[in-house]
């Protein structure tokens, strides 16, 4: 079992920058794939970005070039550096650890971005 636990959320003005942090604990492995999504009310969850333990990583066409993940292996953490944020930004983000057999969520940190 793989416990995540978010943090970094909060509310910030349009054009600024924030940064996730996501922690997993338990019985990790070492081939996984960490990333985020989030989902605003009314709309689909969407995925954010991910990365594989091995540095391979993938964008949503709406946050490439602002947002931009990365991990920290030696301490089971991913991060979401995200840049000139947009009101339409705002959502709960979701941490996600993936193995083959099994999927993991944390329980959300909010964003929020005024104009």
């Known amino acids: 079992q793989v416990q995540l636990v978010e943090s970094g959320g909060g509310l910030v003005q349009a054009g600024e920058s924030l940064r996730l942090s996501c922690a997993a604990s338990?019985?990790?492995?070492?081939?996984?794939?960490m990333g985020w999504s989030r989902q605003a009310p009314g709309k689909q969850r969407e995925l954010v970005a991910l990365?594989?333990?091995?540095?391979?990583?993938d964008y949503a066409d709406s946050v490439k070039g602002r947002f931009t993940i990365s991990r920290d292996n030696a301490k089971n953490t991913v991060y979401l550096q995200m840049n000139s944020l947009k009101p339409e930004d705002t959502a709960v983000y979701y941490c996600?650890?993936?193995?083959?057999?099994?999927?993991?969520w944390g329980q959300g940190t909010q964003v929020t971005v005024s104009s």
């Open positions: 338990g019985r990790t492995f070492s081939i996984n794939r």
């Open positions: 990365m594989t333990s091995g540095g391979n990583t």
């Open positions: 996600r650890y993936s193995t083959y057999s099994s999927d993991y």
